[in-house]
């Protein structure tokens, strides 16, 4: 099926309106954290409050740049070009590399630890 670029910009304009909407909305969060909240994220004072400082124009402007090169990696993977899917996942997120859930999920509960005949 042929690709329709006038779709292809509104999924990008609108994809780039969320993620601004979502970083502008965490960045005026960020001076209401505590030291420890923001040691957990790993961030300190000092960049939490430039980050929150941050002029909105640029914020829009990161979150344009990081929602094409998203859609082109999402390009990518759909038609199978570059890396396999799983390799540009790793790109992004750790979740590849962590192992498949086992059966008995619920490792610490009482159940898991009987026999299959006595539950």
Do not use: K
């Not at 960020?30 to 124009?57: F, M, N, S, V």
């Not at 990081?66 to 790793?90: F, H, I, K, P």
């Amino acid at each position: 099926m042929p690709r329709d670029p006038s779709l292809h910009d509104q999924t990008r304009a609108s994809g780039c309106w969320l993620l601004f909407q979502r970083q502008l909305t965490t960045r005026r969060m960020l001076p209401e954290l505590t030291d420890r909240e923001l040691a957990d994220i790993g961030l300190d004072r000092q960049t939490a409050l430039y980050e929150a400082h941050r002029p909105w124009w640029r914020v829009l402007l990161d979150a344009w740049r990081q929602s094409g090169r998203r859609d082109s990696r999402a390009a990518q993977s759909a038609t199978g070009a570059g890396s396999s899917g799983c390799q540009s996942l790793r790109q992004t997120t750790a979740s590849c590399s962590r192992p498949p859930r086992s059966r008995g999920h619920n490792e610490g509960s009482d159940t898991s630890r009987q026999p299959l005949a006595s539950r």
